[in-house]
């Protein structure tokens, strides 16, 4: 990796990104929780992404790269293949800006996910859900079959600098509403919400400190780093599914290897521990992704004491009964 | 009831608490469901009570009752007899004002809400918790005789104009933040909270129609307004525990007879529907009782339809572990 070819998007992308979403993305509330910064003995910044239209930060990337169709692609829309919030992301986000979306999901994903991608949907003509058989068909193929058939475009969950220029502008918000940060905690999927936070953060505090978050079971990325190229993994088992990703993007992880210090990880049982602190103490629902920055801190694995920390707080869609299940299980 | 006699407060009352609780308590946010709106036919304005400090609206009127205190009281402190919300509401309020607080607790109180209460006591030197066995001891008696020994002013939960006034605040910011209302749901438990709503609500638009929502196992204000006088009733069993009052105040029930339309009642089952309808869909935690009168729109108990409609969310103080079983429970 030569450490001076360009990165896949600057602090100028993630400007114009937030341009395109003001008025249309909720700019997320900061919240504060004093039982945390006791127990941390730091100043945590929680950016409230789970209160993002759709439930999660996906909606800035997908709907900054849709905006960016020319006229030929809007009319023929947006393809995605996704069973969790980038499906619902581009589906919202197309209906939007008024173009057809497909949604390629396999046939057993949840039916809660199914009807919420459609309710996304609704309204919208040329807009459907396409199912397959995850045991005999191959998304690919399907995926370019029906962009070919239609010419519709495809938008990648994390992989697409329009996408990581969008989700960057979460830590932009941060950064502008809280100001002075020393560290900014971010989940680790694929790797679109810290590239593009990255980008922002270090090119507005130049001393910022990134640290990536991976569930235990899935670090793909934290052995890519070591290896210094890009790891691949089989589906990790975790609860947390927005990080259930196999391997980071050739875009996102040359942003990751230059900009991020490191990567830490954090296991269910933190997760879960996690989650229960957010409803007792923020009332909020965070899912088991979007907490995976705050339990670094509040489980101790990072030290943060004495330092204002910026928290990605990245979603909170997760049906209420597993929900529960989790509040109410073990550990 | 005499109809010309003065109620207890008067919206000027509700605007001097407003001026006392700027700046200390949380000017809470107005939140917004598109799918509560479509599924009812009216617009919802949700008052997040549950974002309030110490977790619910009780703050507001425990604030407001102690920093009306003289010298004399202010020295001697506070007590309370309670549990709930209110315990905890009157700990953290004496604190922030610089005085000792009493609350009385059952000793088979919960360990978190002890904790809880001791915990907003901390650093405020004459502050305790008192324990009383339930079966054996007279809370009222011990409230006496500490109140007598100590000197401290005793603050009931809801049957006192300054508690009354303080709850009343949110009504107030409510309608400031949205404008024109057709209707106000408010949960009722002993009737702090409708009646300073009530108050505020019909005085500054006089043709809002104000609706209490109760449990259904615990309608004691609906058979009290049949009544026409106070009606007691056993110790309800429902999971909204706020409202498991057995009976209205003798300065909250004539409010609630003049300025409230009727009560309406929603069962155990409605409650456990709409928390999971905020996790789902706003990602808040809130309690059984501060979902009582969104219950009411969600579930069709009362029709709105065509209305803009003001739902005060009371609260969201639930154990986690409590709050995931009544989510992840059949129903």
Redesign the interface.
């Known amino acids: 990796m030569n450490d001076l070819s360009p990165l896949a998007i600057s602090l100028e992308d993630v400007r114009a990104a937030a341009r395109r979403l003001e008025g249309r993305a909720h700019r997320t509330?900061v919240m504060r929780s004093r039982t945390a910064d006791t127990l941390t003995g730091a100043q945590l910044f929680f950016k409230c992404e789970?209160?993002q239209r759709m439930?999660a930060f996906k909606f800035r990337g997908a709907f900054n790269a849709l905006s960016r169709f020319d006229a030929v692609q809007r009319r023929a829309g947006a393809i995605a293949f996704s069973s969790g919030n980038h499906a619902q992301a581009i589906a919202l986000s197309a209906r939007l800006l008024g173009m057809p979306s497909v949604i390629v999901m396999p046939q057993d994903a949840p039916a809660a996910k199914l009807a919420a991608t459609r309710g996304y949907q609704e309204g919208q003509p040329g807009s459907e859900v396409v199912l397959y058989d995850r045991y005999r068909e191959d998304r690919e193929a399907i995926g370019a079959r029906l962009a070919g058939e239609r010419g519709m475009t495809l938008i990648p969950p994390y992989d697409h600098p329009d996408v990581m220029a969008g989700q960057g502008t979460a830590a932009l918000e941060l950064i502008e509403d809280v100001g002075d940060l020393d560290l900014l905690l971010v989940c680790v999927g694929g790797g679109g919400l810290i590239s593009g936070c990255a980008v922002a953060g270090r090119s507005l505090l130049p001393r910022l400190r990134i640290v990536g978050v991976e569930p235990e079971a899935g670090n793909d990325t934290q052995q890519s780093l070591a290896r210094g190229e890009i790891v691949h993994i089989e589906t990790p088992r975790t609860i947390a599914d927005g990080a259930q990703t196999q391997h980071s993007g050739r875009l996102t992880f040359p942003v990751i290897q230059r900009l991020v210090e490191g990567i830490v990880t954090v296991s269910d049982t933190q997760l879960v521990r996690a989650m229960?602190f957010f409803?007792?103490r923020l009332?909020?629902?965070?899912e088991p992704t979007g907490v995976l920055g705050a339990a670094a801190a509040l489980e101790g694995v990072i030290d943060v004491r004495g330092l204002r920390v910026g928290v990605i707080v990245s979603g909170?869609n997760v049906?209420?009964?597993?929900?529960?299940?989790?509040?109410?299980?073990a550990g």
Not at 283 to 286: G, N, S, Y
Not at 320 to 328: D, H, I, K, N
């Open positions: 509330p789970n209160l439930g229960r409803a007792e009332k909020l629902v965070v909170g049906d209420p009964r597993r929900y529960g299940e989790l509040l109410a299980g």
